[in-house]
């Protein structure tokens, strides 16, 4: 018997709506599908994988797809555990056109078999943002106290804040609701500008959906179990504990998390001070690292988050439990990174408040502390004023003599301001179409060296996107997606044509997570297993790996990467292949003579790392 993707399609203009079913075989998840909707309509596609609701751990992730505002070419971004309410409606995906006349919730209720139904609700947008906990999350509870008791069971929300209106960066945020409370632990489709594609592409600022639908889903622990252990020779259970170690509590570094594993391991790698850590020297890095991260800011995190084992999962059942709280505030890597150290912040209370202040008003977090982080090394450096900005004061930007504690929260108030300046547009704030567009335009009119110090990827004309924190070529490639880790992020060296290959494979096994809404910190199993699942459910390991394999090349097919434009990408990678000769005494005659090609013409070797990069990753994602 054929089985069938359910699609809600809902025009925001009127509240009219229709249903759509695709067969299972012909589409395989929320990025296919989304992808194939997204070229009809230019939607914003919202859905799950077909192992919602199921026993698996991690395999309900809410997949968000379209053409993205800020990136340009069509992206993915994910939220964690969104995904089990959302199976409450029967349905595998909504599809959002057309756009409401004025800022409205959409409303999306299923009582068990019944209709759904579906109503757009108009709300006084800024009155909203203004009240209570302000921003994003005074958009929850407004919908909430508005909507939810209509509902038989918690339903979930997603909003967007007012970065979603002022740029082309706003995120997605939601929270796990608990009978009629939101939690503190927010969850973020923020990669990608989908908030801003909502709000200003459909008119829509919040999305309330729940339901008493039963869906006929893969329960079966038994048989699951088997499965493991004719691969694992371990439990289902078992191994998922196994593969998510870092994300719970790693013992031999005595922490968990990205955060914790992550500061406790990187230490000359570290990125600090808009990058300019990579002009350092070793000592100097290490120095930083010991005094700032390993004796304080990651000695705060362990004694006030994993000793004392605050600990949350996203909203499903999952044995990670990788939500690292203290209090209200949930502790992640990248977020804390470029809110961090990026920005020269390197105490818990100083980054929680400029963090917090980031999610309340809705921007992509990793986005919006690379953009701090590049003003204010421009304000150190004295090439843009205060004033050019709308604020007061400038950073202390240098680690020599840098007071950890009060020069911290020095930093954070001027990321807060900057904050506030990019949504109020003062003085040349006007991110509209981005910070490129702006850099390009201050470095015409000022400076080259603004230009210089934004680390960005190009898309296009107007594309950017901030790269994952990692010292390591891979997060400047020229993917058809950045921001995410479809990419290679391993800190070794490889040559780039190599690098390109390994950037099109780890492209198509995060492809394979994410059309099945999974979680990736759940791959150490489930890249090898999902397309077993697949074949023991549907029969279609071949047909859902050949899927995957096409669906990358057709987004490769629009992949218009444009060669890096700021000199701190090049530095970023003659530093790293540096580093891998003198510091960590790799003896390759290929780095060796990429090192010599820098050291001779920058700009050359640049161009041609890039491009060589980009011949790996279009042989490898050629269409069959």
């Known amino acids: 018997m054929d089985t069938f993707q359910k699609v809600l399609l809902v025009d925001a203009a009127t509240a009219f709506y ?25 939607s914003l596609n919202i859905g799950t994988g077909l192992l919602a609701g199921s026993i698996f751990p991690g ?6 797809t379209g053409f993205s505002p800020c990136w340009g070419g069509f992206y993915i971004s994910s939220m964690g555990g969104a995904g089990l309410v959302f199976d409450d409606l029967g349905i595998n ?59 038989a069971k918690d339903p979930r929300v997603l909003a967007v804040g007012p970065a979603s209106e002022a740029t082309d960066f706003g995120s997605i945020g939601s929270v796990p609701v608990s009978k009629g409370k939101p939690s503190f632990v927010d969850t973020w489709a923020g990669r990608g500008g989908f908030g801003t594609k909502m709000l200003q592409q459909h008119g829509i600022v919040a999305v309330i959906y729940g339901g008493t639908f039963i869906s006929d889903d893969f329960r ?80 705060q995190f362990n004694e006030e988050t994993i000793s004392a084992k605050h600990q949350r999962t996203c909203g499903e059942p999952c044995g990670a439990v990788c939500k690292k709280m203290q209090g209200e505030f949930k502790k992640d890597y990248e977020p804390y990174q470029v809110m961090g150290p990026l920005s020269g912040i390197f105490d818990q209370r100083a980054a929680e ?9 809705g921007f992509d977090a990793i986005s919006a502390g690379g953009v701090i982080s590049w003003l204010m090394e421009c304000l150190a450096e004295g090439h843009i004023k205060p004033e050019e900005l709308g604020i007061k004061g400038c950073p202390v930007f240098s680690p020599k003599g840098f007071d950890v504690v009060a020069d911290s929260m020095h ?37 080259k060296e603004i230009q210089d110090a934004f680390l960005y990827t190009s898309f296009a004309r107007k594309g950017w996107m901030v790269p994952n924190q990692y010292w390591t070529p891979g997060v400047l490639s020229p993917m058809a997606i950045m921001g995410k880790y479809y990419m290679y992020y391993g800190s070794d060296f490889l040559p780039p044509r190599e690098l390109g290959r390994r950037d099109a494979s780890r492209m198509m096994k995060e492809l394979i997570l994410d059309n099945l809404g999974m979680c990736r910190f759940h791959r150490n199993w489930a890249e090898e297993m999902l397309p077993e699942i697949v074949e ?53 005659e290929e780095l060796d003579r990429w090192i010599a090609f820098f050291e001779k013409d920058w700009h050359e070797a640049g161009l041609s790392f890039w491009y060589e990069m980009h011949k790996g990753i279009l042989e490898s994602l050629k269409e069959f």
Not at 59 to 64: A, G, P
Not at 353 to 361: G, I, S
């Open 18 to 42: 229709r249903h759509d079913r695709f067969k299972v075989g012909d589409f395989f998840g929320p990025v296919d599908l989304g992808l194939h909707l997204a070229g009809m309509y230019n």
């Open 59 to 64: 395999s309900n992730r809410l997949i968000f």
């Open 93 to 151: 995906m909504l599809s959002i056109v057309g756009r409401a006349q004025k800022p409205s919730i959409l409303y999306l209720n299923r009582i068990h078999g019944e209709e759904i139904q579906v109503e757009i609700h108009p709300v006084h947008l800024h009155a909203v943002w203004d009240s209570g906990r302000r921003g994003i999350y005074a958009m929850m509870d407004f919908t909430l106290d508005l909507l939810a008791e209509r509902y």
């Open 220 to 299: 079966d622990r038994s048989v699951a179990d088997k499965w493991f252990e004719d691969k694992y020779n371990m439990k289902m259970a078992a191994k998922d504990l196994d593969a998510t170690t870092k994300y719970r509590f790693e013992p031999h570094f005595k922490t968990g998390g990205t955060f914790g594993v992550n500061y406790t391991t990187l230490a000359g790698s570290m990125l600090s001070f808009n990058y300019r850590s990579i002009m350092m020297s070793e000592g100097e890095r290490i120095a930083l690292h010991d005094r700032f991260i390993i004796n304080h800011y990651l000695r």
């Open 353 to 361: 408040r400029l963090n917090h202040h980031a999610d309340t008003l």
């Open 411 to 447: 930093n954070a108030e001027i990321g807060m301001a900057i904050l506030d300046s990019i949504i109020a547009k003062r003085g040349i704030m006007n991110l509209e179409e981005g910070p490129r567009k702006l850099a390009r335009k201050l470095a015409r009119e000022k400076r």
């Open 536 to 588: 023991r459910l549907y029969g279609a390991r071949k047909g859902f790996l050949e899927n995957i394999a096409i669906t990358a090349s057709r987004i490769n097919s629009r992949n218009s990467s444009v060669y890096w434009e700021s000199r701190r990408a090049v530095d970023f990678v003659h530093a790293f292949l540096e580093r891998k000769r003198t510091v960590e005494n790799v003896k390759d």
